[in-house]
Nanobody, 116 residues
Framework: QVQIVESGGGLVQPGGSLRLSCSAS????????MSWYRQAPGKERELVAV????????NYADSVKGRFTISRVNAKNTVYLQMNSLKPEDTAVYYC?????????WGQGTQVTVSS
């Protein structure tokens, strides 16, 4: 049974930091590209960061470069998104996804709200 669960969201003031976690099970985690997406109210879902596979490349949306970092710990089947210098425009539901050979798994999302 494939399962992806995001956690770590919450309310934070502008300039603050949060670390999101994505715990995965039910598939060979190290072989999958892992990504973080987000969707703000009234906007389309956008790709935030991707780790192509274990030991692979990382890429970021221009809007988060230098502020967000994606990492993965294969032994724990977990992906993290460290978010620093948060801005109100970062407010969104953040989703974790796993992709390989046409398989695409999604979590239910975790809310991040950046507000004073």
């Amino acid at each position: 049974q494939v399962q992806i669960v995001e956690s770590g969201g919450g309310l934070v003031q502008p300039g603050g930091s949060l670390r999101l976690s994505c715990s995965a099970s039910g598939f060979t985690f190290s072989l999958y590209a892992m990504s973080w997406y987000r969707q703000a109210p009234g906007k389309e879902r956008e790709l935030v960061a991707v780790h192509t596979r274990a030991g692979g490349n990382t890429n970021y949306a221009d809007s988060v470069k230098g502020r967000f970092t994606i990492s993965r710990v294969n032994a724990k089947n977990t992906v993290y998104l460290q978010m620093n210098s948060l801005k109100p425009e970062d407010t969104a539901v953040y989703y974790c996804s796993a992709v390989r050979n046409g398989n695409n798994y999604w979590g239910q999302g975790t809310q991040v709200t950046v507000s004073s």
